[in-house]
């Protein structure tokens, strides 16, 4: 889709957001018919690459964008914003595990979490991750959920260009355990929960390396941002 259809799409999809806005602080999440509405508008795969399914639209597009849901429901505006701003990631994954996610999943968006307070020990192939994180927006519809986790050997942190390596794991949702965490005042409506997941392997392809950790040149396909 070109920026401009992805602007109309979200004009278009803003009265239903509108309608279910009490309903979003009610059940304190996305309704289904909303998270249906904004995927297959493309919302949650704008700043995607488009090599492995996304429109790779960029910042004022994306900002533009994010305006007009948050002006029609506030919760919806931020859960896209953190669902679609994670496809930045892709640009850094290999280019058949991005796809997987990104163009091969239904309705595909990534739920995360900001700090890197899981444990990640490498094993042959990839790695095997236990974390218990809050603030994870979007985790109670998300297909895959990425545990943010800091790598461990022989019972220390790994470094990587002398910082310690932290990165994010991508796994199916079947994976992880969401926990009903979100009772705020606030923002009540993005579903911003807390996931687990204990002693799951994450293939290396499925893991990417945490901001701080990265190396600029080393991005592989979106040349957006």
Sequence with gaps: MTPQALIE???KVAPLLRENSDEHERIRRMTDTVYQAVADAGMFLMSAPRAVGGHEVDLPTHVRIIEILAEADVSTGWTVNQGATYGWYASRMQPEA?????????RATVANSPIPNGRAIPVPGGFRVT?????STGSTF???IAAHATVYENNEPRKRNGLVETRYFLTPRANV???DTWQTRGMRGTGTNTIEVKDVFVPEEMSVFS???????STRLNSSH
């Design 131 to 135: 974390a218990k994180q809050g603030f």
């Design 142 to 144: 998300a297909p895959w």
């Design 98 to 106: 991005a796809r997987q996610i990104w163009a091969e999943t239904p």
């Design 9 to 11: 799409a979200a004009r």
């Design 177 to 179: 355990t969401v926990h």
């Design 211 to 217: 901001t701080h950790n990265v190396d600029r040149k």
